[in-house]
């Protein structure tokens, strides 16, 4: 009788442990891990994006390194390990994609740009045409996305307003970042009395103040997304890919001042 109380209790356990592994969320260990490497000026979007496809994709999680394009490119080029790639421009990108480190990559999304500068505006820039006034202009590097559309902003406007003042916004540049959050900062923390970065990175800060660039000056950031060509999880990355083209997603970019694609 004892034995068999005890096999009737080992099998009751059983059955608990069995049940319990059937919920509908997965252990850690049974989750795939997918590294992602983003443009720094997408910190805020993926962040809200990638925190809501994990809610609604529990067996996946991500892994999100944020950085200029070209230390992430970079990074691809000399073997680092990730599986997914946002760019913020179609430069790093193609040259992946030449070099056999990426598959084809899709749009992800698009802005445009805009001059911001001090709350109390110092230098009382009040257009575009006003921003040689400034003594310390900050930009990005002509290496980093940021830094190559602004020379394409500047270049767009000497046709229209002189090579004079193309020439005279480049001479009071005080310094180069490596991406448009360091840009960003120097303006929020009073080390410059301007500078140039997306627009999306402007609406995100209520320490500056937002100078628009004329259409006809402006030129479109864009964005775009890919599976690594090493990646081991191309299903789950293909997944992710998904997603951020799905309206949900959608959605989110729109509301942080996103445009396009998807």
């Known amino acids: 009788m004892a034995a068999s109380r005890l096999r009737s209790i080992v099998g009751a356990l059983l059955l608990v442990v069995l049940a319990g592994g059937c919920t509908g969320t997965p252990a850690r260990d049974e989750q795939a891990t997918l590294s992602v490497f983003a443009a720094s000026s ?16 529990p067996d996946i999680d991500l892994q999100v390194t944020f950085a200029g394009s070209q230390v ?18 179609d430069a790093h990108m193609d040259a992946l994609e030449d070099g056999g480190y990426v ?51 500047l270049d767009n406007a000497s046709v229209a307003l002189g090579d004079d003042f193309a020439a005279g916004v480049r001479n009071r540049i005080a310094s180069m970042e490596s991406n448009v959050r360091l840009v960003r900062a120097k303006v929020e923390l009073g ?6 970065v ?12 937002i100078v628009p660039i004329p259409d ?21 990355a293909e997944r992710l890919l998904d997603f951020l083209s799905s309206p949900p997603a959608r959605e ?7 445009t396009g694609a998807g």
Do not use: K
Request: aromatic share 8%; hydrophobic share 45%.
């Open 216 to 236: 006809e000056f402006n030129v479109q950031a864009r964005f775009r997304i890919a599976v690594t060509s090493e990646t081991r999880r191309a299903p789950e």
């Open 103 to 153: 598959l084809r990559s899709r749009p992800l999304a698009t802005t445009d740009l805009v001059v911001i500068v001090p709350r109390d505006n110092p230098a009382g820039i009040e257009r575009f045409d006003q921003l040689a006034r400034a003594e310390r202009i900050v930009v990005g590097t002509r290496f980093v996305p940021i830094g190559a559309y602004t020379d394409a902003v």
């Open 252 to 258: 989110i970019f729109r509301a942080h001042g996103f």
């Open 72 to 89: 992430l490119r970079l990074q691809i080029e000399q073997g680092a390990s990730v599986d997914v790639f946002a760019s913020a421009n």
């Open 42 to 57: 997408l910190t805020d979007v993926m962040s809200e994006v990638t925190a809501t496809f994990e809610r609604t994709h």
């Open 191 to 196: 080390e410059a009395d301007a500078a140039v």
């Open 198 to 209: 997306y627009t999306t990175d402007a609406l995100h800060s209520d320490r500056v103040r």
